[in-house]
């Protein structure tokens, strides 16, 4: 069954749309679901300008943030100047590993709490708590991600 191109490009783009409402860049949140719903195994920056219809200076700078990000790898393709770029089947996976964004987070309020100085304070509370919910979700993802593969790989059985 051949895939129906204009309703992928759609998902493609209301996908994308739901991420950047979320607070993801849009460009990078257009390339990382071009990625995800190609056919191929990759694609080019020529590719990806091409069926995203806008410039190679837009995708340099938004496969540069997602491989920040651990989310895609750049790969060369051999005879070839051009890199492809691609979105690897553990994705989540490298992308929680490679973010130290709830530690930061934990470490930012635990400083806000040595700021407000006094134990009372509404403020302390809710700086307490907010270090204490981004210690456990970072002690908890390597859990989460570890089930998930279990979850996953009896899926495709």
């Known amino acids: ?49 091409e069926r995203l219809e806008v410039s190679p200076a837009a995708i340099s700078g938004a496969v540069r943030y997602l491989q920040t990000l651990g989310i895609i790898r750049r790969l060369s393709q051999t005879g070839s100047r051009r890199d492809r770029y691609e979105l690897p089947s553990d994705w989540y996976s490298l992308m929680v590993r490679n973010s130290p964004i709830y530690g930061v987070l934990a470490d930012q309020a635990e400083a806000g709490l040595a700021a407000v100085g006094d134990p009372a304070s509404p403020a302390t509370e809710r700086l307490r708590d907010m270090a204490g919910f981004y210690r456990f979700i970072q002690g908890r993802l390597p859990e989460m991600i570890a089930e998930w593969e279990l979850v996953r790989t009896s899926r495709e059985r």
């Open 1 to 49: 069954m051949a895939a129906d191109e204009t309703a992928l490009a759609e998902v493609m783009e209301h996908s994308a749309a739901v991420l950047t409402a979320a607070g993801f860049p849009k460009m990078p949140a257009r390339v990382l679901m071009a990625l995800t719903v190609t056919e191929s195994a990759g694609l080019t920056a020529a590719e990806l300008a």
